[in-house]
């Protein structure tokens, strides 16, 4: 069975620009939650889909927007990149919403801003 | 609003020794689920174990073995005969019933030859 797959693996972007990034769950899976991670701040919620509505948002502002769509990939999307959106990107996927389950990691797509 | 501390950033030993990490945890919940990840550096996080609050009973799984105290607040993770491939960051989680997880923030373990 095939992990999470997250698109691209690494990118760097320059102050300004704006960028994509995907997530492919595991097959069967419904829910994706994406997470930024930085050495200063540690693991970071962004958001949560379910059935392509967002059902739990973190503490980010609104340069930060995703989607999900009907087959279950998601995309985050930050709008006019600064420095400090330098971070690990990460998804994951569960079988159902919230819940109590473990969830299950990509590899991350690592994003540099100049 | 729920926090988990991981005392310890990084923690060195020889392989074979036997090392355990600390975690503690903050809710006014009396339901909730603790977790355990490694971040090995792929960077992908991997599920290690999950443990409901009303389970405080202790987990061993061959080399890796959990102790879970409610009245401590605390779910320290142990490696026994520690391997160089257990080198990897290890993140304590705390999750509310719907909710997202709160991570701590990581400890990195490095078991030297």
């Known amino acids: 069975k095939a992990g999470v797959t997250q698109t691209p693996r690494y990118l760097i972007k320059t102050r300004g620009q704006q960028v994509t990034l995907s997530c492919s769950p595991i097959s069967g899976h419904r829910s994706v939650s994406w997470y930024q991670q930085t050495p200063g701040q540690g693991l970071q919620f962004l958001f949560e889909?379910?059935?392509?509505?967002?059902?739990n948002k973190g503490n980010f502002p609104g340069r930060f927007s995703g989607r999900q769509f009907s087959n279950s990939r998601s995309e985050m999307n930050v709008s006019t990149l600064e420095l400090g959106d330098s971070a690990l990107y990460l998804c994951?996927?569960?079988?159902?919403?919230?819940?109590?389950?473990?969830?299950?990691f990509g590899e991350g797509s690592r994003l540099t801003v100049l | 609003a729920q926090k988990v501390t991981q005392a310890q950033t990084e923690i060195s030993v020889v392989e074979k020794e036997d090392v355990t990490l600390d975690c503690v945890y903050e809710t006014r919940d009396t339901t909730y689920y603790l977790f355990w990840y490694k971040q090995p550096p792929s960077g992908e996080l991997v599920f290690l174990i999950r443990?409901?609050?009303?389970?405080?009973q202790n987990e061993i799984s061959g080399r890796y073995s959990w102790n879970f105290q409610k009245s401590t607040s605390s779910f320290n993770f142990t490696i026994t005969a520690s391997q160089v491939v257990d080198s990897a960051v290890y993140f304590c989680?705390?999750?509310?019933?719907?909710?997202?997880?709160?991570f701590g923030p990581g400890t990195r373990l490095s078991v030297l030859p």
């Open positions: 989680a705390l999750r509310l019933y719907g909710q997202n997880f709160v």
């Open positions: 889909y379910f059935s392509e509505t967002q059902r």
């Open positions: 994951a996927s569960s079988p159902g919403q919230g819940g109590s389950g473990e969830l299950f």
């Open positions: 443990r409901n609050s009303f389970d405080e």
